[in-house]
């Protein structure tokens, strides 16, 4: 048990804080949604009937997209761009998806390489492709959920004040939605990029994440290996 906590600690630390911070984003959340029914002379809601709720799942997915987004640009970015120095990125010279050798498929697979990696064919293709698919699928489906959540808490939102309902393609065209969108979305692609520059230049001794603290700025941490 003690071996399986210490090879997965770094997956099980961040599972930590997302169940903690979930946590407390439902409880903060549903004292300020019955905090807004109250002013609004409605009754509350109870916890269960909260988490339930569009407002709950519209605040949630909004933060999912916008997440899985950043990553599923990173991922196929850094296929074909490359940053000099950074940590981030392969060395210039190595872009594209790679030959075969390099990637140990099919035949170049070795012994202990995932059977798809192995297979050949349209399972090898698939498998070398599936952490883009899946992140992509995930922020579709978040999209889409946020969509779906944010329509309904407008249109509550709009009763309470005696306006006209909308429909979900007016809601994905509104001003509203694109606000609260790309707030998300320039955030973490401001993040992403800052990450890519910095680690260039500066350095966080004994994390994957930056060089070795004696390489040069000019070369990656591939290059250095």
Do not use: C
Not at 163 to 181: K, P
Not at 193 to 206: E, P, T
Request: proline share 4%; no cysteine.
């Amino acid at each position: 048990m003690r071996r399986a906590i210490r090879d997965n600690g770094l997956s099980l630390f961040f599972l930590a804080l997302f169940l903690l911070a979930l946590a407390g984003q439902s409880v903060a959340g549903f004292f300020r949604t019955n905090s807004d029914l109250t002013d609004h002379g409605l009754p509350p809601l109870g916890f269960g009937a909260y988490l339930a709720s569009p407002d709950f799942l519209v605040d949630v997915a909004e933060n999912w997209q916008s997440e899985f987004l950043q990553f599923f640009l990173f991922i196929a970015a850094t296929i074909w761009f490359v940053q000099r120095g950074s940590p981030e990125s392969k060395k210039p010279g190595d872009e594209g998806v790679g030959s075969d050798a390099d990637q140990l498929v099919g035949r170049h697979a070795r012994q202990d390489s995932p059977r798809w990696a192995r297979a050949g064919g349209w399972r090898t293709v698939l498998y070398g492709n599936s952490l883009l698919i899946v992140m992509g699928a995930v922020f579709v489906f978040s999209w889409l959920a946020q969509s779906i959540a944010g329509v309904v808490v407008m249109n509550e939102e709009n009763a309470m004040h005696g306006t006209a309902a909308m429909t979900w393609l007016d809601y994905v065209g509104s001003a509203d939605f694109w606000d609260r969108t790309l707030q998300n979305w320039q955030s973490e692609f401001l993040a992403v990029g800052a990450m890519v520059a910095f680690s260039i230049y500066l350095r966080q001794r004994g994390s994957s994440e930056s060089k070795p603290v004696g390489v040069p700025h000019h070369v990656s941490s591939v290059e250095s290996d």
